[in-house]
């Protein structure tokens, strides 16, 4: 079982930046893929990025690209989101999710992280 825990939420004007959290206990995630998604009010949750067990390997939404950068510290069992230039419409829940390498869906999550982006 692994454990998930986000942090570094919280309320920032638009254009500001945050950076979220993700500490992991249980076991290692240096055999897991990592992901960050989020869920605004009345929509469904949406992949915002993900990285590979190495970090070698990312990929953002269309919507993030160039201003969110996911990042990964195996040592320190943590995953990292950077959010930059942030907008309105990133208003959501963050969360963090764990997959096996070779699993195609995530089997972890965390309890999430609320991002408010005032206008």
């Known amino acids: 079982q692994v454990q998930l825990v986000e942090s570094g939420g919280g309320l920032v004007q638009a254009g500001g930046s945050l950076r979220l959290s993700c500490a992991a206990s249980?076991?290692?995630?240096?055999?897991?893929?990592m992901g960050w998604f989020r869920q605004a009010p009345g929509k469904e949750r949406e992949s915002v990025a993900q990285?590979?067990?190495?970090?070698?390997?990312?990929n953002y939404a269309d919507s993030v690209k160039g201003r969110f950068t996911v990042s990964r510290d195996n040592a320190k069992n943590r995953v990292y989101l950077q959010m930059n230039s942030l907008k309105p419409e990133d208003t959501a829940v963050y969360y963090c999710?764990?997959?096996?390498?070779?699993?195609?869906?995530?089997?972890?999550w965390g309890q999430g992280t609320q991002v408010t982006v005032s206008s």
């Open positions: 249980g076991r290692t995630i240096s055999n897991y893929a």
């Open positions: 999710a764990a997959r096996v390498r070779a699993a195609v869906t995530y089997d972890y």
């Open positions: 990285i590979s067990w190495s970090g070698g390997g990312t």
